[in-house]
Structure formats: C-alpha cells, structure tokens
Nanobody, 125 residues
Framework: QVQLVESGGGFVQPGGSLRLSCAAS????????LGWFRQAPGKEREFVAA????????MYADSVKGRFTISRDSGKSAVYLQMSSLKPEDTAIYYC??????????????????WGKGTLVTVSS
C-alpha cells in the first residue's frame, strides 16, 4: 500500500522557518517526481514546489521562490521543504504528492498519482 506521510508542521511567527518532511513508502519512487501542494482556509489547493526523480530539476510557485527550498533523498524516498521568511499567507495545510510527470507540469496538471494526508502550518504573531 502506497503511503505518503508528512511531518514537521506547526505554529511559527512571521519571519520564522519550518522544515517539512514527507516519507514515501509502498513502492519505489525513483521514477516519480515528489513535491508539495497547499490549501489555505477557503481557498483551492495550489502548487508549491516539486523536484524530479533525480533531484536535478525543481519547480517553484512564484509566491515561494527565494523563500522555500525543496530537496529529496532518493534512497529513502523522502522529500523535504525548507520554508524560511514565512508569512501569514503561507498558513495552510501542506500536502505531499508524487507523480510520474516532470515537475514543470505540476502547476498545470495537479492530478497527482499519490497524495499524503497533509500537515498544518500556521504562521501568526
């Protein structure tokens, strides 16, 4: 059974940092890109970042460029999202995802092969 399990969410003040992790299991993900989406209260789910199976290609939403960094450990089928300079508008449930398509497609075709259940990030003073 394929599972994507997120961790690392929590409460942080504006300007702070958090690191999200996602552990993927149940199959090999060496042929899948891994990444993150988020959904804020009352809004639709949106793309955040993705990284290719090799780790050599990444894609970011404009709203997080320069503040968030995605990385992966292919050997352990894990993906991470380092979030810095957090803003209240970053408050959302963050979902891990895996898909066979390249990262640059993700913002336009958000029907991923696999989804995690999400972890809540709250940015507030």
């Amino acid at each position: 059974q394929v599972q994507l399990v997120e961790s690392g969410g929590g409460f942080v003040q504006p300007g702070g940092s958090l690191r999200l992790s996602c552990a993927a299991s149940g199959r090999s993900f060496n042929d899948h890109a891994l990444g993150w989406f988020r959904q804020a209260p009352g809004k639709e789910r949106e793309f955040v970042a993705a990284i290719s199976w090799s780790g050599g290609s990444t894609m970011y939403a404009d709203s997080v460029k320069g503040r968030f960094t995605i990385s992966r450990d292919s050997g352990k089928s894990a993906v991470y999202l380092q979030m810095s300079s957090l803003k209240p508008e970053d408050t959302a449930i963050y979902y891990c995802a895996a898909d066979a398509r390249i990262p640059h497609v993700w913002p336009y075709k958000p029907d991923m092969d696999y989804w995690g259940k999400g972890t809540l990030v709250t940015v507030s003073s």
